[in-house]
């Protein structure tokens, strides 16, 4: 059995709690199209980054506000279609004070699927926007920290971008757990296929399987 001992697990929200890939990368590429951009272009690097990285990655200023208003508004519409990842909502509802959500989605967004996905409304949810800068900046897993009153070094991340494991990395959180094979397993502590893999045992996130 394999652990990270911790006092509290921060989780990213989509592709970890919520299964939202096909939708937002739908919805990316409908955006991409209103902007004449290349899909694949605009996909590339796209997940675990806050929307207005993107839209600044690829828009002159000028464009910036009414970009995000629309990536905003397209994804809002698709949000009914989100599904729990398995396990997700098990693990959610062991940890009840011991966690928060650390996004780089809005906070309506974010709400929204968690909603649709039948999860409890996190008491500390960090958004995009709350912070300066988005993964792979640190600012976001150390204000959940501060908000649990926890220790950084004593909470585990759970993850599935590149973008989000560094963040956790220059966090100095106490280990990383990451859900999926888009990172490499070589660059965290655990690797899961989904939650169902994870367990909570008061004190330590745990591996109950591969």
Sequence with gaps: MRELLCDAVLFDCDGVLVDSRVTAERAWSEWARWFALDPDAVLEGL?????????????PEADWTTALELIETIE??????TQPIPGALALFNQLVRHRAVVTSASRNLAQARLRAAGFPQPRVLIAGPD??????APDGYLLAARALAVNIGRCAVVEDSRAGVAAARAAGASGVAIVGTDVPATVVDLTVEDLRGLSWTGNALTVVQN
């Design 131 to 136: 912070v300066s800068n988005g993964k792979p």
């Design 76 to 81: 809002l519409r698709t949000v009914t279609d």
């Design 47 to 59: 997940h675990g980054r806050r929307s207005q990285d993107t839209v600044q990655r690829h828009l």
